[in-house]
């Protein structure tokens, strides 16, 4: 079955400085890569998802960029804020499919 | 606009109680799922429910029932409470399959001592 891997299970920035987290998958046939946002004691939330015909998706400070050979993707954010500081997760399922796997998290914490 | 409505919130079990939670979403949704949250364990899913009438196991179902009551509502039961079993709860719901975002509850914190 397919297995998501995330890295680091920490990270730490300055505030304006640019954040990467990566995610490896295993099952070539997964399709739709999504990335959700977690703040403290909220719920889950979409911030940007990527389809597997497009090599990078950008939505203002974020992007994702997909490298299918080496079934890895990556968030970027970019100026980064006080307010981007959460738990994010990155996920891989594919088409038809109802077992979304989410990698273990990535806890950001910005610093102002 | 409600979205995905969770209850309860919180709970504390005694090991081997029996509770049932309970997910309704008004987003008019043909898929459900329940996923518990551990730490450094990001979400794994317990059971999902394609569409009305239908559920299957997750990559967690042991130790857990559900019924899709309706198109709105999903639950989970959990038939003898066990210590393992303390976790965030949390039902989402999608259009269709998980091709496309998926909208969480609140989520419940479970408690079995």
């Known amino acids: 079955g397919e297995n ?5 299970s920490t990270l730490s920035v300055q505030e304006g400085d640019s954040a990467v987290i990566k995610c490896t998958y295993s099952d070539s ?4 890569f999504p990335w959700y946002k977690q703040e403290l004691g909220k719920r889950p ?9 497009v090599g990078e998706k950008k939505d203002q400070r974020i992007a994702v960029t997909l490298n299918k050979t080496a079934k890895h993707f990556s968030l970027h954010i970019t100026e980064t804020q006080p307010e981007d500081s959460a738990v994010y997760f990155c996920a891989a399922s594919l088409t038809g ?3 979304t796997i989410f990698g273990a998290g990535t806890r950001l914490f910005v610093k102002a | 606009n409600a979205g ?9 079990l005694k090991t081997g109680q029996s509770m049932t939670l309970q997910c309704a979403q008004d987003m008019n949704h043909n898929s459900m799922y329940w996923y518990r949250q551990d730490p450094g364990m990001g979400l794994r899913l317990i059971y999902y429910s394609a569409s009305e009438g239908t559920t299957d196991k997750g990559e967690v179902p042991n130790g857990y029932n559900v019924s899709r009551l309706n198109k709105r509502e999903f639950s989970l039961r959990l038939e003898s409470a066990a210590p393992s079993q303390t976790s965030v709860y949390f039902c989402a719901s999608s259009p269709r399959d998980l091709n496309t ?4 509850g609140q989520g419940t914190r479970l408690t079995v001592v």
């Open chain 1, 97 to 99: 499919g109802f077992k």
């Open chain 2, 101 to 104: 975002e998926a909208f969480f």
């Open chain 2, 4 to 12: 995905v409505t969770q209850t309860p919130k919180f709970q504390v």
């Open chain 1, 45 to 53: 939330q979409l911030i940007i998802d990527i389809r597997s015909n």
């Open chain 1, 29 to 32: 046939a997964s399709n739709y």
């Open chain 1, 4 to 8: 998501v891997e995330q890295h680091p």
